[in-house]
């Protein structure tokens, strides 16, 4: 990739070349991503939200060296090849004039080749049994994938196949009795208490206020029946346009159960013209214009399309001050972003655990409801596992609440998704949601960096339009570690996301023109992050060859 100076500067990107400082790599070169990733993060190249604060709920000091990369396994780049090359390009693609499969997997052949060349003069062998680090310097693997999709499944941490052979053994060893005699002081009967501790430091929360349970939408399917108590008066509610489908499912459903129709009752707050991302100040304004009709708010925290952070603390604010209630979908914040669900007064929360918390497919839900809502008396969808521990067992069919979000269980959480989640909070235990979000901003800048580079070489070698544009917030303090490229038309995007992954870089696709990109902070280095742009830079320039050979053909 060619040394191009963004024309974008922000503290971030400051701060990120005073990792490097002296050094005579150019920034956007693979030698300069491995001087960012042998350079310790130190407090001194922090970059924060705003003042530097500790979490109320996160006062240890947690000073694992980042990333951890040996404590995940990630896919190797040969199979994610192998399984670009079976995917071929969609219909889709092929119908807008995307070339064929044969094409690019031949490209993709040479551009790995290339890559492993550059290695073999520039590194020395890296043993793979570490998860691709050789001696913290953040060296990579040519076996190994790069991994920019952790916003949809995150890897799996090393530790979930001997956790779970574990629970496996008890099983088949013990059967019934590990429920409360577990070979490892895990017993199924209290499995969710090992994991909420830890839950409840990464969403900034009191662990009576968390309880780890079904699944993100059915969580927030038992959340809205306490939260959202529509009155003639007061039955607005307030979401996001183009929410997540199943949050407006959801949402929408609710509202029925109350015979209402949603067109009476949804407030979508929606980007202004001509832009892509939310303004707070919007949300904040649509809440204050609805005033006392306004029920509920409940808005994704990190919006997965365009990858935005939403203000939290100030629409929070906003909302209570109308008498509204305030919750949100956190599928897309938690291990994401710094969250303080607590000391904000967010009344509800969920999330899912798969993403970037690492549970694996189909992982175990979250919920939050915080402290003052505790009490058993919130209308409520209720089961036996939500009872009172001190007279569960009296089965006396009289619902006794458990205090706090617990309360809200209503049946015994699978073990082996628990036990999966385990794992994963081992490894965030050995930081902290601060430090990882420092090396989020950084991380994310590069990838901007680069990003911006690559748009600038475009324009002064084609004088076309771009390709694409970067869609997600510029500012660090709104947005967390994606950024959404919103390519000039669909066949670009098709070809650019099929040979990413010819490419050995798994990332995401949302049609019909948006690449998500997510170098999540645990595991992924600076050189992921250099290796997804010149992978991106690859595809870019070999379409353009092929469009100008096309061109000249047809003059």
């Known amino acids: 990739m060619a040394s191009v100076t963004s024309a974008i500067d922000t503290e ?61 396994e990630l896919p190797a780049r040969g199979d994610v090849v192998a399984a670009a090359v079976r995917a071929g390009v969609p219909a889709a693609a092929v119908a807008a004039g995307v070339p064929g499969v044969d094409v690019l997997a031949r490209e993709a052949a040479e551009y790995l080749a290339g890559l492993d060349a550059k290695a073999a003069e520039g590194s020395a062998a890296v043993d793979d049994s570490t998860g691709g680090v050789d001696g913290g310097s953040g ?106 489908p199943s949050d407006h499912f959801a949402v929408a459903s609710q509202i029925r159960l109350h015979g209402l129709d949603p067109r009476d009752v949804l407030i979508e707050v929606a980007p202004g013209p001509g832009e892509h991302a939310i303004r707070d100040e919007d949300v904040v304004r649509a809440i ?24 939290l603390e100030g629409i929070t604010a906003a909302g209570h001050r109308v008498g509204a209630m305030v919750g949100f979908d956190l599928a897309h914040a938690v291990g994401n972003i710094e969250l303080r669900l607590h000391d904000w007064d967010v009344d509800f929360a969920c999330w899912c655990t798969y993403k970037y918390l690492n549970s694996g497919p189909g992982g175990m839900g979250g919920a939050f409801v915080h402290e003052r809502h505790g009490t058993g008396d919130l209308h409520r969808l209720a089961g036996w596992w939500g009872s009172d521990p001190a007279t569960k067992f009296a089965m006396d069919n009289v619902f006794r609440a458990e205090h706090g979000a617990r309360g809200f269980r209503v049946s015994n959480p699978s073990v082996l998704t628990t036990t999966a989640l385990l ?57 967390g570690c994606q950024l959404s490229l919103l390519f000039a038309d669909a066949a670009a995007m098709e070809e650019a996301f099929a040979g990413l992954g010819l490419r050995g870089v798994l990332a995401d696709e949302r049609r019909p023109r948006v690449v998500r990109l997510s170098p999540a902070p645990l595991f992924c280095t600076f050189e992921d992050v250099f290796r997804c742009a010149d992978a991106l830079h690859d595809c870019l320039a070999r379409r353009a060859g092929r469009l100008r050979v096309a061109a000249g053909r047809a003059n």
Not at 177 to 191: A, G, N
Not at 296 to 304: C, I, K, N, R, Y
Not at 452 to 476: K, M, N, S
Request: no cysteine.
């Open 12 to 72: 971030a990107r400051r701060r990120l070349l005073a990792l490097a400082s002296g050094a005579h790599a150019a920034p956007l070169s693979l030698e300069f991503a491995r001087l960012l990733d042998r350079n310790p993060l130190t407090p001194d190249h922090a970059v924060t939200r705003g003042e530097d604060h500790d979490n109320a709920h996160d006062d240890e000091d947690r000073s694992a060296p980042l990333p951890l990369r040996a404590e995940f």
């Open 139 to 244: 060296g990579i693997s040519n076996r190994s994938s790069v991994y920019m999709i952790g916003n949809s499944l995150g890897p799996m941490p090393r530790g979930v196949r001997t956790l779970l052979n574990e629970e496996l053994n008890a099983w088949a060893e013990r059967g019934v009795i590990s429920h409360f005699d577990h070979p490892h002081d895990r017993p199924w009967v209290t499995v969710d208490d090992g994991v909420t501790p830890e839950s409840a430091r990464i969403v900034g929360a009191l662990p009576s206020e968390v309880a780890l349970m079904n699944s993100l939408t059915a969580n927030l399917h038992f959340l809205l029946v306490a939260f959202y108590r529509p009155t003639p008066a007061r039955f607005k509610l307030l979401v996001e346009a183009r929410a997540f």
């Open 423 to 479: 794992a994963s909070l081992r490894v965030f235990s050995r930081t902290s949601m601060r430090a990882l979000r420092r090396r989020s901003e950084l991380l994310t800048a590069y990838l901007e960096l680069l990003l911006d580079g690559l748009l600038l070489e475009a324009e002064a070698v084609a004088e076309a339009a771009p390709v694409f544009q970067i869609i997600t917030p510029r500012e660090p303090r709104r947005r």
């Open 288 to 311: 204050e214009e609805a005033g006392d009709q306004l029920a509920a708010v409940m808005l994704g925290a990190v919006q997965f399309y365009s990858g935005q952070a939403f203000d």
